[in-house]
């Protein structure tokens, strides 16, 4: 019943933008925090962003904080996340989740994915 689909994901040259969407469907998507989070080959999926139900409140890991920014819209019952200044090591498959509780960098913490939607930065 409770679906998020990830679009917006392609190819870009390094120093380029990029801007991904979740779609929410099936639930109230302003009741719930939500998160980024991205997975590339061999390595441990990773936290990217997190954003409150109401939008006030927001966290970026390291690696992209001053790049990302993460934001939702409740009248489209959707998020999204601008990408600026991509690097080679951002290309990863991108997943939007819903947090049970309160967003935070443990996957753990999210009752809900999407599918993944590929970004993948050339030089």
């Known amino acids: 019943q409770v679906q998020l689909m990830e679009s917006g994901g392609g190819l870009v040259q390094a120093g380029g933008s990029l801007r991904l969407s979740c779609l929410v469907s099936?639930?109230?998507?302003?009741?719930?925090?939500m998160g980024w989070f991205r997975q590339a080959p061999g390595v441990e999926r990773e936290f990217v962003a997190g954003i409150n139900w109401s939008g006030g409140r927001t966290d970026y890991a390291s690696s992209v904080k001053g790049r990302f920014t993460i934001s939702r819209d409740g009248a489209k019952n959707t998020l999204y996340l601008q990408m600026d200044n991509l690097k080679l090591e951002d290309t990863a498959v991108y997943y939007c989740a819903r947090a049970l509780h309160n967003f935070g960098e443990d996957p753990d913490l999210y009752n809900y994915w999407g599918q993944g939607t590929q970004v993948t930065v050339s030089s």
């Open positions: 099936g639930h109230t998507f302003s009741s719930y925090d």
